[in-house]
């Protein structure tokens, strides 16, 4: 590090130097519960067990923490504290958006008129200057706008004014990345402790019953009915009043307070609805059964009074009596269950089950406990502190009302489970068992954490207990139903005494009342009864004697007692329990004693010095018992003499059971022989030693103690992990110390490494044990986190006197040669470099290494403590095994299984290395600190062995067919961890070696791409989030400071004689090359692996992706965050060691996330278009227009063409991913050297800083504000709605043409036509894309809302601002270069981009004032070269005028003034500008609802200030010019606020864009822009076809104006070329020559007038077509496109076109007939509220099957709010109106169904479905009426009216009604009405009679209706009515024979039908048939004779020439009606 400058050097030791070391070694004090730690009883000598046990319980933790670790991590990324409130520094940002929102209610609120509609028929909108804008007061203005500046000054106070007010974190205000991918966090394991379940708090307040005459006592406890298990200790406790109490003073010595509890806290850890809380209730001993002394409590009732009271009295004198004689004695007297199902539903189990589950070791949560849920749960533990309760339920009283008496003969607990489950069942146990009344009330809650003045089961205070006493509460001991996987922390050694059941039945008749008196002895002598039995309540805290309850008169009674004695530590054979049975007398007899004696029974404690614990049947001696009884058990005592005398001849008659809780005793055979046999090495014990039941000599010691190493892991999984801890201590404390036996030198060091890797396996093995996210086994995590600490060498020297200096050559470690090969085979393959030249040293020579070997690795044990450090550095002598040698030792030797598991389980091996190399160098001496010499060189090799092996097994799981990919990744994992922390230990060159090793090894092995990257990654990204990263990677030595390469000397480095040297380097700086990976190692791994993610392709490929782009997030967002790197000179660093990042993410450009395409909704203004709109499908916004526009202006800045980017299909991020990726690049922009930055760019080729602004475009879309409510308002079935049809339109507008689509295309591929990007998947998924928030919405408060949305609006500000900076250095540093007119439209996309998003007022400030920086600096070239961005620019810069925002506004004005008025100094290119503000302005009303024309009125006032104020202008025609603008400006928005009018009037708001489009019809480009408007709004609306339409009419204009400039042959011929499409087009044409000249300044330059303009509004208008059905339109559309195609030779193009035509014609064929075109009606406005509408009839085009009820109720509900529901009436019929009978008051509306109507000649050229349906100019409808005025009549009084209407223009036209400009009528007489029928039936038949396929059931519909016997004015009437005789007038023969005629072939038809029908029928429809058969004869009998006759005048043969009058029957056009069926066939 010699050539680092002192700068360097400094920040460096900041940041934590190297050479401290990292791992400090902890010693923290255990927490403890109690006041005392839980200890043996004093003075006395333990057994080594005993005393191993409790010193593992109480000595400290030892943990090994990362020095600097803890302090980053507090203020970093955790979102700990200072997290919390960072929000309170932030400023609050405004945004329009936001602001708009809270005043907008007022705004809509107000009633709509339609009185305007009046003033604008005449006037054109130019004229319509309403009111003049000098009445307006201007806004503020900008000082100093005017003055004239240098464009360098200009640039440096922007730049000042933006340094200033900036974020520093630019990461505080991301959100935090997903925990997901965060591999890196090593959750720390749950500090061992006690295992406390689900805590209730269970309050006794009152136990009463009717009459209270004497004391009663309660127990408690918890049963388990399902598992018919007792599942708590009992808890004594009484509310006996002092009166009571002093019945028995004489039987109570003394009352310890702790025995005067009454809440109990019980721990459930299984919780379930079968728990039961029983409450046993007994009273003293008195004559009498059960049931007799409850009879009282029964009948006689304490509130009655009178004779009652004299009864108690006496009760009252008898109970005390019986106290005084019996008190020490009690029998059972009643009990109740409590049901606690309510606590513990599952609801609320939910609740806790997580947290308990954890501790138990279930982890029902499944591996993946993420952190954020283990966070949770300490969470829940804070906020029951401070609530005291738990919030889920609160204390719940309860009160219990009636007692079951208890029977005499049903008292064990079998009997209790079987009325607990009768009383589950139902609650009937109340008819069997007599029940008691009383009063019970208990209060139940949940245990708060902290309880003052609790007392543990042992009795010893909890903390925190106070001085001043009150009455304690007592937590229960818990008896779980399963195991409980917690090990042991505390000491407890408790035994419980259940006696159950004597059998006397055939005793001595004495035996009645029987009690047995139980005591713990510890010796023979009655004196040696030990004080240790735990008192009920009431009195003394221990007891010698117990005695059980007695049930009078009964020779086998059942007992229910729980006898819980405190174990001492140290049993010896003495120890017993011993049982004295006595029988009661319960009357006084004179001079009789209370006891007498029955019998005894006992049972030693030890057996085979173990616990005796279990059943038992143990026989009763019925004298007193012989010396020495105790040493054997009662079954099996030798003879006596004399004998003794046993009841039952020496059977077992009482039945008992003992348990233990103890966690000293194992009750394991197992395991207790495991101790014993260790025990027996480390201390003087004399052999041969017992173990359980058999002998062991000292010679068989070494084999028996291997042996039971070998079984130690065939113990019960129960015990091993409650003895996890000591087992464990044992196991390492054997593995490092030979031990010499009998004179032996005896080795276990392999034995007890399988016996501990057998333990882990079987750990993590168990379902029922806990593992935490990255698969590692709790207990074990917590055992090495915790308790581990290096084996400590024995207390005593060895035993033998053998000298221990020789080994016996046997006892050499085994398997030396194994490891001998493998570590030689290392060497040779072992690189001698090492990463980095400064970190690593030459390595000893190999030789050495082997020949050393032998000798220093014995594992022998030599006397004496080497951990004294050695004075000199040289090697150590081998004195001792260092247990980090041995354990690597024995992980390298392992073979089979054991290997397999040590590796698969790796994690805990390289834990356990850690930590004892840390306690190792910890324990050093401090001078022999060089990291290098730390660990002998052997270690080296076998750690290299380790981890080559851990990568090969890695790579070989990976590479199974069976895919184990999940433990690979496991395996993965734990090795970075281990040498992450490896980094902080040993040599860093040796690391990264190995480093550098896996990295090889996993390539080499692996050849599935993702998979690899994916390793790697997770790999690298452990290491990465090392405390000193940026210290390992060099971060210091970047190349201004450092030496490209450490030979060249400083002084070259710097003279500047070298520059072209210079550039280069830094042009390199931003690439990753070789150079910068080998002086940065990690970051250049990191890089690597994010560039081959990018790079690569396949299955997966993304998930890889999204986990490399997260790592270098994390990375940087962790030193964004890191409180050591706050210093913006160390950020320069950093932010320079990232720099080849940002040449990896321009590579990635083509694969970005195209925000902006997924923007692509209503104009941009996300946050306030109403719901409708964002569904409708999506605007024509921006880059839609450029892809209509199809405008290559893209190419002309990309420097290249398409050819200069490789063919390849890419993969595409989503969204989240490149939001990441984004953030990271914004970063290091922000932090790098700003100095750098320009020089870099002004080095780069064109192409490359293009890419840059394109990266720049997606950046700001990508970081745009999306506000409060975005996610609230886009809910998803909204979404899922609008989907298809955006994604329809969006794949016709982003296909690629036009700006954005280049630019895109630019960068993923030529050939690549439907580029990925637009996967449907990841289209429109905005929830997916607001970083989760909408589904994470629901459960936020509104601050929570607030302040979220104040910080992603600091982002937003940010975000943007570090954009613009870089838009300012691309500026800058281009200016000096030529190729600013390429990149300067660049600049102005993304300027414009942000613009046209949601942007707070402080960026927009700073961004206008960068514009008008442009404008100044680069006038010329804006207005000449960047025509399009200059449109842009001036819509952009006017919407902001319009903004509600002082600032902006002053801004926005302030900008657009000064390009008006540099555009007017250039060369007069102020037309153009004029030109396009105009338009801006048009489209800008057309669209944006928002919009607000006061803001804007008052912002062209500001403007004309500006105007009139400039003096340098004065002279010139400027101010003149600008004002006329202005007024021509203040017009056009006059027609806005009349568009505002009709905002819900759709047919009147298209009225008057139709109007104000044509007003334009002088100025092409403003009309277009209206029609574009008019398509939006139809578009929003659904209708397709009119959007078309208005597309189309703006394609014939450009057609027009293109045909004036040149004439090509390919191109159409102005509008004339359209008339196939509509007929409507040629409006277009009026425009004639002398009108307007094209050639005109600023006319005609949009975009649209060129020819790929006329494209995209064609093909935009084609797939719009498409959309609304009119395939047979798409084809006339393509047939203009396609000659232009042609000419450009544009293939792809070509290809895509007529792929549509095909889907449009397959459309055609498949849809033909049920294709929907819509629905007209006639609609009438009468009344002279309509104003100019009054007395006008329209034809409104509906959707498809409108009906009529439909229209009419949304005319009249509109017309209603407009004039009041009062005054509006709907006509309902189609009769002429008749003004003058009309209320002038009220508004009329008729409306009519109408039919298109063809002459016959039409009919020939409209032959199919569609031209029946298009270009319809002709409707008719039909209204029926008699001569006396009735509409309807008889057969022969029945006219009809037909009225032909003609429209102005045909449909479908550019709006949905269209005038009436002609109306013509005809009557049909009765008889010509008749005919029409008749025709009309007749076609029916012909129709159904011919349907392919047939339809059986439409078949026999007509039928009905045509022969049916019932159809009333049926064909049969109208017959009899017409044609019943000939008709005396001439003039109706025709007419007669026309009928007859038709009869005649309806009757045909019908004979046809019946006979088809015959065919069609199935077997149940004969009599149907036969039926229709008769009828249809009937029919024909009755008319034959009518078709038959036929007038005679009719057929003389008379050539005579027609008269005229025949015309109006031709007129008539019967043949209509056909036309009419067979169309609604």
Known sequence: ??????????????????????????????????????????????????????????????????????????????????????????????????????????????????????????????????????????????????????????????????????????????????????????????????????????????????????????????????????????????????????????????????????????????????????????????????????????????????????????????????????????????????????????????????????????????????????????????????????????????????????????????????????????????????????????????????????????????????????????????????????????????????????????????????????????????????????????????????????????????????????????????????????????????????????????????????????????????????????????????????????????????????????????????????????????????????????????????????????????????????????????????????????????????????????????????????????????????????????????????????????????????????????????????????????????????????????????????????????????????????????????????????????????????????????????????????????????????????????????????????????????????????????????????????????????????????????????????????????????????????????????????????????????????????????????????????????????????????????????????????????????????????????????????????????????????????????????????????????????????????????????????ADTTRNLMICFLWIMKNADQTLIRKWIADLPSMQLNRILDLLFICVSCFEYKGKQSSDKVSTQVLQKSRDVKARLEEALLRGEGARGEMMKRCRAPGNDRFPGLNENLRWRKEQTHWRQANEKQDKTKAELDQEALISGNLATEANLIILDMQENIIQASSALDCKDSLLGGVLRVLVNSLSCDQSTTYLTHCFATLRALIAKFGDLLFEEEVEQCADLCQRVLHHCSSSMDVTRTQACATLYLLMRFSFGATSNFARVKMQVTMSLASLVGKAPDFNEEYLRRSLRTILAYAEEDTAMQATLFPTQVEELLCNLNSILYDTVKMREFQEDPEMLMDLMYRIAKSYQTSPDLRLTWLQNMAEKHMKKKCYTEAAMCLVHAAALVAEYLSMLEDHSYLPVGSVSFQNISSNVLEESAVSDDTLSPDEDGVCSGRYFTESGLVGLLEHAAELFSTGGLYETVNEVYKLVIPILEAHRDFRKLTATHDKLQKAFDSIISKGHKRMFGTYFRVGFYGSKFGDLDEQEFVYKEPTITKLPEISHRLEGFYGQCFGAEFVEVIKDSAPVDKTKLDPNKAYIQITFVEPYFDEYEMKDRVTYFEKNFNLRRFMYTTPFTLEGRPRGELHEQYRRNTILTTMHAFPYIKTRIGVIQKEEFVLTPIEVAIEDMKKKTLQLAVAINQEPPDAKMLQMVLQGSVGATVNQGPLEVAQVFLAEIPADPKLYRHHNKLRLCFKEFIMRCGEAVEKNKRLITADQREYQQELKKNYNKLKENLRPMIERKIPELYKPIFRIESPKRDSFHRSSFRKCETQLSQGS
């Open 1 to 1214: 590090m010699t050539h680092l400058n002192s700068l360097d050097v400094k920040l460096a030791q900041e940041l934590g130097d190297f050479t401290e070391d990292d791992l400090d070694v902890a010693f923290t004090p255990k927490e403890c519960r109690t006041l005392q730690p839980s200890l043996p009883e004093e003075g006395v000598e333990l057994d080594p067990h005993v005393r191993d046990c409790v010193q593992t319980y109480i000595r400290e933790w030892l943990i090994v923490n990362q020095k600097n670790q803890g302090s980053a991590e507090i203020c970093s990324f955790k979102k700990t504290g200072s997290r919390r409130d960072f929000h309170k520094t932030l400023q609050k940002q405004t945004f329009e958006s936001e602001s708009l929102e809270n005043s907008e209610p007022s705004a809509q609120a107000r009633p709509r008129h339609l009185n305007v509609l009046c003033d604008v028929s005449g006037k054109g909108p130019l004229t319509a200057c309403g009111f003049d804008l000098r009445s307006l007061q201007p806004d503020q203005r900008l000082e100093n706008l005017l003055q004239h500046v240098s464009a360098e000054d200009f640039e440096k106070q922007n730049e000042e004014a933006r340094r200033t007010n900036r974020q520093a974190e630019l990461f505080a205000l991301y959100p935090a990345v997903d925990e997901e991918d965060a591999v890196e966090i090593r959750p720390v394991p749950e500090c061992p402790k006690e295992h406390l379940g689900n805590r209730i708090l269970v309050k006794v307040l009152t136990l009463k019953f009717e009459i209270e005459v004497e004391p009663l006592f309660a127990s408690i406890a918890l049963y388990d009915v399902k598992e018919r298990k007792k599942i708590s200790e009992n808890f004594h406790c009484d509310l006996n009043s002092d009166q009571f109490k002093g019945f028995l003073r004489a039987h109570t010595p003394s009352v310890a307070p702790s025995s005067q509890a009454r809440s109990a806290v019980f721990s459930v850890t299984y919780p379930s609805s079968d728990i039961y809380l029983v409450v046993k209730i007994e009273k003293v001993l008195q004559q009498g059964e059960i049931g007799d002394c409850a009879e009282p409590y029964m009948v006689i009732k304490e509130s009655d009074g009178g004779k009652s009271k004299e009864k108690i009295e006496k009760l009252k004198l008898q109970a005390e009596s019986f106290c005084q004689r019996l008190g020490k004695y009690r029998m059972p007297f009643a009990w109740a269950p409590i049901s606690l199902t309510s606590f513990f539903n599952v609801s609320t189990l939910d609740r806790e089950v997580t947290d308990v589950e954890s501790m138990v070791g279930r982890s029902s949560v499944g591996e993946r406990r993420t952190l954020s849920q283990s966070r949770r749960l300490s969470e829940r533990a804070l906020s029951l502190e401070e609530n005291g309760v738990g919030s889920n339920f609160k204390a719940t009283p309860m009160t219990i009302n009636s007692f079951f008496k208890q029977e005499g003969d049903r008292l064990s607990d079998e009997d209790l489970f079987k009325f607990l489950a009768d009383y589950k069942r139902s609650s009937s146990l109340q008819r069997r068992v007599k029940s008691i009344p009383g009063l019970l009330r208990l209060e139940i809650s949940p245990a708060p954490e902290i309880i003052n003045c609790c007392l543990t089961p042992e009795m010893l205070p909890v903390k925190p207990f106070p001085e001043n006493r009150t009455r304690p509460h007592k937590e229960i001991l818990e008896f779980p139903i399963r195991e409980v996987y917690v090990p042991h922390t505390v000491y407890r050694n408790l035994l419980y005494v259940y006696p159950q059941r004597l059998n006397f039945a055939n005793k001595l008749a004495s035996a009645r009342n029987i009690t047995i008196k139980i005591q713990f002895m510890s010796g023979e002598d009655a004196s040696n009864a030990m004080p240790i039995i735990f008192g009920k309540s009431n009195g003394p805290e221990f007891l010698q004697e117990v005695y059980t309850a007695v049930t009078y008169h009964n020779k086998s009674p059942d007992f229910y007692e729980e006898v819980k004695i405190k174990l001492p530590a140290k049993l010896t054979v003495h120890h017993h329990l011993l049982f004295t049975f006595y029988h009661i007398s319960c009357q006084q007899k004179q001079g009789a004693c209370v006891e007498s004696l029955l019998g005894y029974s006992w049972l030693p404690i030890l057996l085979n010095e173990r616990l005796q614990t279990g059943s038992y049947c143990l026989p009763v001696a019925l004298e007193k018992l012989p010396p020495n009884y105790s040493m054997h058990s009662a079954e099996k005592v030798p003879l006596q003499n004399p004998p003794i005398k046993w009841a039952e001849g020496h059977k077992g008659v009482f039945n008992i059971e003992v348990q233990a809780v103890s966690s000293v005793h194992t009750q394991d055979n197992h395991l207790e022989r495991f101790f014993t046999l260790c025990h027996s090495l480390e201390s003087q014990v004399t052999f041969p030693i017992r173990v359980l039941d058999q002998k062991i000599s000292e010679t068989s010691l070494e084999h028996e103690l291997k042996l039971s190493l070998i079984c130690l892991n065939s113990s019960r999984l129960e015990p091993l992990v409650l003895f996890l801890h000591l087992v464990l201590d044992k196991l390492f404390q054997l593995s490092v110390q030979p031990m010499v036996i009998a004179g032996q030198t005896a080795n276990f060091s392999q034995f007890a490494f399988e016996s501990v890797v057998a333990i882990a396996n079987s750990l993590h093995n168990s379902k029922d044990l806990a593992k935490d996210q990255h698969g590692r086994n709790c207990l074990l995590a917590s055992y090495v986190h915790y308790v581990f600490r290096l084996p400590e060498p024995p207390r005593d020297s060895p035993k033998s006197g053998a000298p221990a200096g020789l080994p016996d050559p046997r006892y050499h470690t085994f398997g030396r040669t194994s490891a001998a090969a493998v570590s030689s085979k290392l060497l040779q393959a072992r690189v001698m470099s090492s990463s980095n030249p400064d970190l690593a040293g030459p390595h000893c020579a190999a030789d050495e290494e082997t020949a050393d070997r032998n000798c220093n690795r014995m594992s022998y044990y030599c006397a004496g403590n080497s951990d004294v450090p050695s004075s000199t550095t040289a090697p150590r002598p081998a004195s001792k095994k260092h247990f980090h040698e041995e354990l690597a030792l024995q992980m390298v030797v392992s073979t089979g299984m054991v290997r397999e598991t040590v590796f698969k389980y790796a994690w805990f091996f390289f834990e356990l290395l850690v930590k004892s190399m840390a306690q190792y160098v910890h324990n050093m001496d401090k001078r022999d600190n060089f990291r290098r010499t730390r660990f002998s060189d052997r270690f080296k090799d076998d750690i290299t062995t380790i981890v080559n092996v851990v990568t090969s097994e890695t790579a070989a799981l990976l590479v199974k067919p069976q895919k184990e990919n999940e433990q690979a990744e496991k395996m993965n994992i734990s090795l970075a961890f281990f040498l992450y922390d490896l980094l902080s230990l040993m040599d860093r060159g040796f690391v990264f070696n190995l480093i550098k090793h896996y990295c090889n090894q996993l390539s080499a092995k692996l050849n599935n791409l993702p998979m690899l990257i994916s390793m790697r990654l997770e790999f690298l990204r452990i290491l990465c989030s090392h405390e000193h990263y940026l210290n390992l990677n060099l971060f210091f030595m970047n190349a201004d400071t450092a030496p490209a390469s450490p030979c060249l000397s400083i002084s070259s480095q710097n003279s500047s004689s070298c520059s072209s040297f210079q550039d280069q380097k830094i042009a390199s700086m931003f690439d990753l090359t070789p150079e910068y990976r080998q002086q940065h190692f990690l970051t250049g791994l990191l890089f690597t692996e994010l560039a081959a993610a990018l790079d690569a392709e396949g299955e997966g490929i993304s998930k890889v992706q999204r986990k490399a782009v997260s790592a270098v997030h994390s990375l940087l967002s962790s030193h964004d965050l890191d409180p050591r790197c706050v210093k913006p000179e160390v950020k320069v660093k950093i932010a320079a060691l990232y720099l080849p990042l940002v040449g990896i993410i321009l590579d990635a450009l083509p694969q970005l996330y195209d925000f902006t395409a997924a923007d692509a909704r209503s104009g941009k203004n996300r946050a306030n278009g109403s719901d409708e709109e964002q569904e409708g499908a999506g605007a024509i916004n921006q880059n839609v227009a450029l892809a209509i526009a199809g405008n290559n202006f893209n190419l002309k800045t990309s420097g290249t063409m398409l050819s200069s980017l490789p063919y390849k299909q890419y993969n595409m991020l989503n």
